[in-house]
């Protein structure tokens, strides 16, 4: 029964469960549990054994770690220097 509210809880609170951020973001459920794991990925809320995401905050994680590709080789500029 209290599982049964967590759920209902998290679903008035639009949140995420872990294979809906799986879809989303593309990465595995397992890749999902290892970050957790390892105190990585996005933030994530423990509701007993349950584990959901706000949607914001899957958003502004994935914003957060968005890079920008380094310049192609033999373009203009001094593209020849690698960091």
Same mark, same amino acid.
Do not use: K
């Given at each position: @029964?209290?599982?049964?509210? /967590?759920?209902?809880?998290? !679903? $008035? &609170?639009?949140?995420?469960? *872990?294979?809906? #951020?799986?879809?989303? *973001?593309? @990465?595995? $459920? #397992?890749?999902?549990? /290892? ?6 990925? =996005?933030?994530? #809320?423990?509701?007993?054994?349950? #584990? %959901?995401?706000? =949607?914001?905050?899957? $958003? ?8 920008? =590709?380094? =310049?192609? %080789?033999?373009? !203009? ?5 690698? &960091?």
């Amino acid at each position: @029964m209290a599982a049964t509210i /967590r759920v209902v809880i998290a !679903q $008035e &609170l639009g949140m995420l469960d *872990t294979h809906a #951020v799986a879809r989303i *973001t593309g @990465m595995s $459920e #397992v890749t999902l549990h /290892r970050w957790r794991m390892g105190g990585s990925g =996005p933030p994530f #809320v423990r509701m007993g054994r349950s #584990v %959901r995401y706000h =949607p914001s905050h899957v $958003e502004r994680w994935a914003l957060d770690n968005t890079c920008n =590709p380094l =310049p192609a %080789r033999g373009g !203009q500029g001094n593209s020849d220097r690698y &960091l």
